[in-house]
T-cell receptor, first 112, second 115 residues
Framework: QKEVEQNSGPLSVPEGAIASLNCTYSDRGSQSFFWYRQYSGKSPELIMSIYSNGDKEDGRFTAQLNKASQYVSLLIRDSQPSDSATYLCAVRNAGNNRKLIWGLGTSLAVNP | SAVISQKPSRDICQRGTSLTIQCQVDSQVTMMFWYRQQPGQSLTLIATANQGSEATYESGFVIDKFPISRPNLTFSTLTVSNMSPEDSSIYLC????????????FGSGTQLSVL
């Protein structure tokens, strides 16, 4: 059973701090990694994708991938109350079905 | 990007009835999917909607319960048949759009409650 695991949280950080969200996956053949943000009552929206080991930065967001250790993380710098949401990790393998495997999500609360 | 119109946004249905959810996209779609998200659960893929042919269902989902149509590239319907309270969930249409690689765009979702 291919799995993606996240700490469900809630993760609570003060405004302006760095929020660190982690995700581990079981399928070593995984090739594509995604972070989606889902506000309460809304549908998910993609915020970051990463395909190679190392860091990828986009504004206040940094995705980090370590394929050897099978984890991917998302850092949010200068956290804002508007970042309060559930963050979903999704992983796609290189097999024929290329199916996305989703984590349960981590709830983040940024306190003013 | 893509604008996805999904309707209805919510419905309350009686046990044993059926509900059809529509998904219309304003862009050229490469792949179209239907997901379910139950309270406290992650996204579960129901099926891939294939244009002009039968949908590809994931384990645990069958065509008789969740018939799907996709008559053209930008439109699909999902029917939840013979509903029971266990079908209460959020149903999401999602698409991959030409030129946007593997990025998934989601519709606004259908909140279904079965009494």
């Amino acid at each position: 059973q291919k799995e993606v695991e996240q700490n469900s949280g809630p993760l609570s950080v003060p405004e302006g701090a760095i929020a660190s969200l982690n995700c581990t996956y079981s399928d070593r053949g995984s090739q594509s990694f995604f972070w989606y943000r889902q506000y309460s009552g809304k549908s998910p929206e993609l915020i970051m994708s990463i395909y190679s080991n190392g860091d990828k930065e986009d504004g206040r967001f940094t995705a980090q991938l370590n394929k050897a250790s099978q984890y991917v993380s998302l850092l949010i710098r200068d956290s804002q109350p508007s970042d309060s949401a559930t963050y979903l990790c999704a992983v796609r393998n290189a097999g024929n079905n290329r199916k996305l495997i989703w984590g349960l999500g981590t709830s983040l609360a940024v306190n003013p | 990007s893509a604008v996805i119109s999904q309707k209805p946004s919510r419905d309350i249905c009686q046990r044993g009835t059926s509900l059809t959810i529509q998904c219309q996209v304003d862009s050229q779609v490469t792949m179209m999917f239907w997901y379910r998200q139950q309270p406290g659960q992650s996204l579960t893929l129901i099926a891939t909607a294939n244009q002009g042919s039968e949908a590809t269902y994931e384990s645990g989902f069958v065509i008789d319960k969740f018939p799907i149509s996709r008559p053209n590239l930008t439109f699909s319907t999902l029917t939840v048949s013979n509903m029971s309270p266990e079908d209460s969930s959020i149903y999401l249409c999602s698409v991959e759009v030409a030129g946007w690689g593997e990025k998934l765009f989601f519709g606004s979702g259908t909140q279904l409650s079965v009494l």
